[in-house]
């Protein structure tokens, strides 16, 4: 069973610094079957990236995802206000799988 | 633009059967490859996937729940539903209902807004 590792679980930035956030799986994932979320209090989670890569509609240019085999990266380049949240990574497989999430909060 | 809807009781006593339903608008429930899922989050967790459907009536269910599990639809109400049956205080959390696009990039690219659901007696 595949297991998703997030890390690291919390992040303290300043708005307009860079997010770099991991996503390592327990055995290799295919790319396409890569997805990030973002979920902010109360609410459900929103999809960012899906293939690993790509973004999805209305997805800020500022959100990039990257990675491959067991290890991915969700990548904010400068963080806006609404950027503080908590993000997921999912896989998709005979069980979709979410990650334990990584949140990211204003220094 | 589709909406996902849950709802069902908020409050279920330990060993009795939790009853949700997702009714989805804006468009039909039947249109298009789509898998209908039901996914939880307890309280300052993460998110569990418990199982989805598809319109043929198909299902796949999250191993470890399988056997508690039951996910049907109801294509004329544009409906789908989940029942978990002998719930414990564990099976407190947040219910999502969402919509599953199974593309060679898959992705859940709708969800409902969520329910809460309690097991106390």
């Known amino acids: 069973e595949i297991v998703l590792t997030q890390s690291p679980g919390t992040l303290s930035l300043s708005p307009g610094e860079r997010a770099t956030l991991s996503c390592r799986a327990s055995q290799s994932v295919s790319s396409s079957y890569l997805a990030w979320y973002q979920q902010k209090p109360g609410q459900a989670p929103r999809l960012l990236i899906y293939g690993a890569s790509s973004r999805a509609t209305g997805i800020p240019d500022r959100f990039s995802g990257s990675g491959s085999g067991t290890d991915f990266t969700l990548t904010i380049s400068r963080l806006e206000p609404e950027d503080f949240a908590v993000y997921y990574c999912q896989q998709y497989g005979s069980s979709p799988l979410f990650g334990g999430g990584t949140k990211v909060e204003i220094k | 633009q589709v909406q996902l809807q849950e709802s069902g009781p908020g409050l279920v006593k330990p060993s009795q059967t939790l009853s949700l339903t997702c009714t989805v608008s804006?468009?039909?429930?039947?249109?298009?490859?789509?898998?209908w899922s039901w996914i939880r989050q307890p309280a300052g967790k993460g998110l569990e996937w418990i199982g989805r459907i598809y319109t043929s009536g198909s299902t796949n269910y999250n191993p470890s729940l399988k056997s508690r599990v039951t996910i049907s639809v109801d294509t004329s109400k544009n409906q789908f539903s989940l029942k978990l049956s002998s719930v414990t205080a564990a099976d407190t959390a947040v219910y999502y209902c969402?919509?599953?696009?199974?593309?060679?990039?898959?992705?859940?690219?709708?969800w409902g807004q969520g329910t809460l659901v309690t097991v106390s007696s």
């Open positions: 804006g468009g039909s429930i039947s249109s298009g490859s789509y898998y």
């Open positions: 969402a919509r599953f696009k199974p593309a060679y990039s898959p992705y859940f690219d709708y």
